[in-house]
Each structure stands twice: as C-alpha cells, then as structure tokens.
C-alpha cells in the first residue's frame, strides 16, 4: 500500500446467502482528499460503509488502514485507530445540551466515559474544547439548547462537532445531507470543506450537486461492482454511469 493512501480495499466482498451485495471492490482513499461514494439504490454503498467499520464481516478480502490490516480488527479499535463514523440518522443525545453532547465525545477520547463518580468540575475541564469544536461548525451560540429543540441541520452540525471530538484521521460520513433543505445543505457543505482541512473524508452521498462541489475523487458503485471511478467531469460523461445512476437523479430532479 502507498503511503498517500489512508484506506485501501482489496477485492472487498460481502455475500447474503447466494445474493452478493458488495462485490471485488477495489477502493483507495487518497490522504488529504475527500472522496465520494455514489450509486443507485441498492448499489452496495452502505453495506461497504459497515464492512469498512467493521458492523458487517466481509466474505473475502482485505481491508487496510495506514498500511495495516485492520479487516478483523474490532469496531471500537478501529475508531482509536482514527476511522470514525457518523451516521445516516443522527447519533446525538436528544435531552443533552449541545455542550454536554460534545462534552461526551470528549469523554470517549480520554476513556473516561463511564466514570460517574467524577465531579462536575472534572468535566467543567473539558468545556473549553467543546465551546471550539461547537464554534469550528457554528454552533457556539447553541451549546445550551436541549439538543431535541434545534432544526434538523443544525443536529447534523453537531454530529460532527462529536465526530470531531474523536479526532479522527479519517472520517465516514454517511448520507450528510440527507433530509435537508437546500439552505441547511449549503451550510452543511462549508462545513465539511471547513473540517476537511488537515483530514481525509469518505462519504456516500446522493446529492449530485454536494458530491461534484465537495469531492476530489468519485467512486460509483452498481449492482455491488465498482462501475467508475475519477473525478467529478470524468465521472459523469461516464455513459454507463449516467444510465445507471445520474440519468436517474436527473429525472426525479426534474420531475
């Protein structure tokens, strides 16, 4: 494995009885980059996303993270190693505050999540890094607001201010923008441009529009199989992708 590769596959596999949903996927992550996951329903995206996390066990192939074979490493030892991963639904503490969500994240870092019989003032210590990671994705105003009580966007900022917690090397975001208005979309891609600095991001994503204005590199997936890959202009001149994929996004865009 090159070093300019964070993560790499090798003929990555998964079988559900008989019916095979990802299928010899060959994917290299380029350090520094943020590269896109993209494909029709059905395509195998998510099922990848879970074999990379390790949620799912691959059937046959190789999984390498900084050049170690991390394809039966466990889901927790993968995050200390510095893959972390938000999720599709938002994974945040609804009746927290904003602050004590992030606060939390901060705890699972230093390994000090479960000890309740620390004092408050333990955990006050921690408050000065959360108030930058809220400020780093515009939430500051926020980190005393019942979680619960913000729009859906804002929640996804938070999702990754925890994310960010974890200082991750890599970071897998799974659906970013999904359930969102157009103005909480933009807002959630400046913010990954923001945190992208310095880091290395995979995401799937099935919005053409925040895929070709955020990713370096794009891999299409269909029917399991890596279909293309490329960047944004290579990809979607791609005819087979356009059949399979964009000519789709295109129609129900238009409709």
């Known amino acids: 494995m090159s070093q300019d590769f964070v993560l790499e596959t090798q003929g990555l596999t998964k079988e559900f009885k008989g019916f095979t949903a990802v299928d010899n996927v060959n994917l290299q992550v380029q350090r520094g980059h943020i590269h896109a996951l993209i494909g029709p329903n059905g395509a195998g995206k998510t099922t990848c996303f879970n074999l990379l996390t390790k949620f799912l066990t691959p059937t ?52 000090t999540s479960f000890h309740f ?61 999904q359930g969102m208005g157009h103005e909480d979309v933009d807002r959630v891609v400046e913010l990954i441009k923001q945190v992208a600095v310095g880091r290395t991001i995979l995401m799937v994503e099935h919005n053409l529009h925040v895929v070709s204005h955020l990713s370096d590199r794009i891999t299409v997936l269909a029917r399991g199989a890596v279909l293309a890959e490329g960047d944004y202009e290579t990809v979607s001149a791609n005819p087979q992708v356009r059949e399979a994929y964009m000519g789709t996004a295109a129609e129900e865009d238009a409709a």
């Open 60 to 111: 046959r192939g190789t999984i390498l993270f900084n050049g170690k074979d991390i394809t039966d490493t466990a889901p927790n030892q993968i995050a200390r190693l510095g893959m972390v991963r938000s999720f599709q639904i938002s994974a945040v503490f609804p009746h927290l505050s904003v602050l004590e969500n992030v606060r939390i994240a901060l705890q699972r870092k230093l390994g």
């Open 117 to 177: 019989w620390k004092s408050e003032r333990t955990l006050n210590d921690l408050n000065d890094r959360a108030m930058e990671l809220l400020t780093s994705v515009g939430l500051e105003s926020y980190a005393n607001t019942v979680t619960v009580e913000m729009p859906y966007g804002r929640k996804r900022a938070l999702e990754l201010a925890t994310t960010l917690a974890l200082e991750p090397e890599l970071m897998l975001l799974d659906e970013p923008t």
